[in-house]
Structures are given as C-alpha cells and as structure tokens.
C-alpha cells in the first residue's frame, strides 16, 4: 500500500475536524454530544442551552434521539482541536488537558462584574482598582499583607497574590454565626505546573499563630475543600485592634528540601 503525503493527511485531517465542528457554537465538538435521528452530532452543552421549543436538529431539523455512539465520542476525543479560549493560538493534542490550565481561559474579577482571560487579571486589577490594589502586588509586599475585616461581620475578603509568575485570590472568609473562619486560596495558573507552591496564614500581633497548606494548582478542584485553612475563632481577640482583624497571607513555591520537610510535618500530625 502506498504511504499517504504529508499534504494529504493534513487534507484528510481538515476534513474530520470540518465533520466535527458543532453547528449550534461552530466549535469543534466536546466528546459529549447528541445526536438526532438522522445522527447529526451537536455538544450536549450547546443542546442543552436550546430553548426547548427549539430542541430540533439544526441541520435536518429532525428530533433530537437519547441514543448515544461510543465511538463517535472516541473519535472526537482522538482529533486535536484548536483551543477554545479566545486568543489562543494553542492546538490541542488527544488527551491534553492544555485547555483546563491555558492563561487564556476566562475568569472574573472579585472586585467588580469584569470577565476576561486570566492572564489579564493583573493588567485589570492595575487599571480598575488602582494603588490599593498595587499595594497588595508590589514586589516589596511579597503578597502577604492581608485585607482586614472586622471579626464580627459575616463576610469574604480577596487579597491578590503573584507567586512564581502564577496568580492567585487569597479569600478570608468570616461567618461568625456559624464560628467559622477559613482562608481560601483559589488558583490563576499561567498554564500548567510541575512547581508545588504552599499557601499560608500568619497571625503575629499579641500572640503568634501559623498555618500551612499544599495548594491544588488544578483550577477545577474544589478550593474550598482542598485548598483551605481552618482558624480558630477563639483566638481571633489577640489579633484584633479597633474592631480590625490583621493578618498576612502568602503563597510560595516549595524548594525540594522545603516539601520534604512539608510531608514529614503533615505525617507527624495524622499520626497524632
């Protein structure tokens, strides 16, 4: 058998990418679809957001089936695929998880109701919200002086943090009510990283208090289960002054020797 071009597995590539694009978004289809009868794909996102009055085929027009082929799914999930963020010029590989960690994946702002691609946080933060902003972000400050609140209001407070060229929102949330206080640290990655980088509270007015967590870089995990600090309430009278609660809160990357000094500490404690 005569071996395929370059020309012509690139023709042949084109061709099943233009197969696979989704006609509701024009973009190239998740692995989970529906079909209609006539088994015209479309992403189950985009089928599911149709007004239901609407639910039918837009290229036959046809009934939307419940049946679902296996291997459709696996020859969706085998095409590399541009990315979908906006801006980016990455083409996405079979099973590469470059989407879920690209800087250009939309995020929001904590401050106010802006949207955009994650590495223009820094950029909207500086122009939006000015020298208090900046405050937290200079060099000097190294990301640890906190937003302070006062202890008896229910409320979230987002410090901003740069860490290795990675950006994070450090969140102290209060709910005094219900005696909790916990910091949250949520992930920006810049793209995906094999650094590991540990998050930290320090309290050091009239008594002195510290606390550390490994951070889940993965944007997906659930920050509030795997990247938190619990503090105790009871203790949050030595580090109030003027109704103000004070702390610093930072995000480091972890040196070899650091981390392994990490998971001897961690080890100690569960066999406490």
Known sequence: MDKLSTKELRHSLDWLLQLALCPVCHETLTPAVVQCVRGHPVCAGCHDALPRAQQKCPQCRGDFSDNQSVFIQ???????????????????????DHEKFCPYKCTSCRYCDWTGPSNSILAHLSDAHGKWVNMFLAPESMGELGMGFNPMEEVSVFTPIIADGHFFWGEMKNEPEAGKLTAIFHPLPSGKTTSVFRASVKLNRSGSYRADVKINMDPEANASVENCISIPTSILHKFTSHNRFEYRITVTK????SMYGFVQSTLEIFKK
């Not at 969706?76 to 996405?92: A, T």
């Not at 972890?254 to 020797?257: F, G, N, P, R």
């Open 74 to 96: 696996q020859v969706i999930e085998s095409l590399p695929h541009p990315c979908r963020h906006q801006g980016c010029n990455y083409f996405v590989k079979t099973k590469d």
């Open 254 to 257: 972890m040196k070899l020797e």
